[in-house]
């Protein structure tokens, strides 16, 4: 009776650690995908990406000095504070936050067409305000007109 006792705890300890282990296993599984959903989540934060339908919006405006300068004062007025003088995302404003405001002569932003950087100006996200009720849809297309001459320099 005793011997049979002595099995059948042994029995019971195999079991145990059976469960132990595919329950520690099951966790690491789970940990791992919540990880990676935690991953894909930062890498939307950090890429910002605009619909598709953005790409489509045209410039309506002509790039002429005209354009380039109106852009270049709204520029000095609304921007630089925190994209920097000079647009390389080195504004005094911007230091102190998360997500770095963007440098226009990096090709992340060049790459992108005029409908997503316009579409994006007047969303915002995060620090980056939104400019839909501050500026006219024409003033927000002299500030992409102006970013793509700040992105022509070094
Ligand atoms: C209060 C600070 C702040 C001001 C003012 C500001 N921005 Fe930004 N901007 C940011 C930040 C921060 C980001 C990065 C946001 C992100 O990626 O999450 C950004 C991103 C952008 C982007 C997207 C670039 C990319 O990486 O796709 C554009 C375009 C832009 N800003 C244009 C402007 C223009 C034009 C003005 C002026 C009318 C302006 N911003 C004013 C902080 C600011």
């Known amino acids: 009776m005793k011997k049979y006792n002595f099995y059948t705890l042994l ?17 690491s599984l789970t940990y791992k995908k919540a990880d990676s959903k935690f991953l894909q989540d930062t890498i939307k934060q950090v890429a910002w990406l605009a619909p598709a339908s953005a790409d489509s919006l045209k410039n309506p405006l002509t790039i002429s000095q005209e354009s380039i300068s109106k852009g ?9 504070s925190c994209h920097g003088d000079t647009g390389y995302g080195d504004g005094p404003a911007g230091g102190s936050m998360g997500i770095r405001p963007a440098n226009f002569h990096d090709q992340k932003v060049i790459k992108q067409k005029d409908g997503t950087l316009f579409w994006k100006l007047t969303n915002g996200k995060g620090n980056m305000p939104p400019f839909k009720e501050a500026l006219t849809e024409e003033q927000r ?3 992409i007109v102006f970013l793509r001459e700040l992105g022509k320099t070094e």
């Open 72 to 80: 270049e004062e709204l520029y000095n007025m609304y921007c630089f």
């Open 141 to 143: 297309w002299q500030l």
């Open 11 to 27: 029995l019971f300890c195999a079991v145990g650690v059976i469960i132990l282990s595919s329950s520690i296993n099951y966790q």
